[in-house]
């Protein structure tokens, strides 16, 4: 039973239309910049361990992760069969709305990590999410939640669009924490543009993530 964080007025969203209808058509585009995207995958390096079982959560058509990175399955999950079915590195996919069906279609402790990127500002049942991750987690396992200042802004609950990088930090630990995820550490950097943009100074998509483990003596 998912313990609740959010009030109702805080799970509202401007555009309450069906989730699908807006992911209908895929779209096969970078929502973050390189900056970002490369810092992503050399966090993915450091903390995803080699042969680890990886659930990507809210995916599309690209992973990130590290082209030498070699894991025993990688499972993706998303709203549009397209962009997950062009997605190289996923070995198997399923569709599910988590704002309409937060119970996730996998085995008690199966994943080493799960992966979110860009996906969480997106969630109104956060709580019951962060539960099911911690269900399907095996013991010492792993979430990383990370995202930038972008949003679909009618997509995103008010609890995302009325507040700071910095609460959306806190407020993505608050979620793990109450559902019995260990200690979260929070990462909060700056990125340099690539390229020309980079050279002449200019910063990239800003970086955050949330990282959080399963206790190694949890029951599943």
């Avoid at 659930?55 to 997950?84: C, F």
């Avoid at 962060?130 to 609950?157: C, D, H, W, Y």
């Amino acid at each position: 039973m998912a313990v609740l964080v959010l009030e109702e007025s805080q799970r509202r969203k401007w555009d309450s239309a069906d989730d699908l209808l807006f992911y209908a058509e895929p779209r096969f585009v970078h929502h973050l910049d390189q900056a970002f995207r490369q810092r992503l995958t050399a966090l993915y390096a450091e903390r995803i361990p080699a042969g680890a079982v990886v659930l990507d959560l809210m995916s599309s058509w690209v992973s990130h992760l590290p082209e030498a990175g070699r894991y025993e399955r990688v499972i993706g999950h998303g709203l549009n069969e397209k962009e997950l079915a062009a997605n190289p590195r996923l070995d198997s996919h399923w569709l599910q709305n988590l704002n309409l069906n937060q119970e996730l279609p996998l085995p008690d402790a199966m994943v080493d990590a799960t992966l979110m990127v860009a996906g969480w500002q997106y969630l109104q049942y956060p709580e019951a999410v962060a539960a099911e991750l911690l269900r399907v987690t095996k013991p010492g396992g792993q979430v990383i939640v990370a995202f930038s200042n972008r949003m679909f802004f009618t997509k995103a609950p008010l609890i995302w669009t009325d507040s700071s990088d910095q609460e959306h930090l806190d407020y993505v630990a608050s979620v793990l924490k109450a559902q019995g995820w260990g200690e979260p550490e929070l990462i909060s950097e700056t990125t340099r543009a690539a390229g020309l943009l980079g050279v002449l100074g200019q910063n990239g998509d800003p970086f955050f993530a949330v990282i959080s483990q399963k206790d190694q003596a949890a029951r599943s």
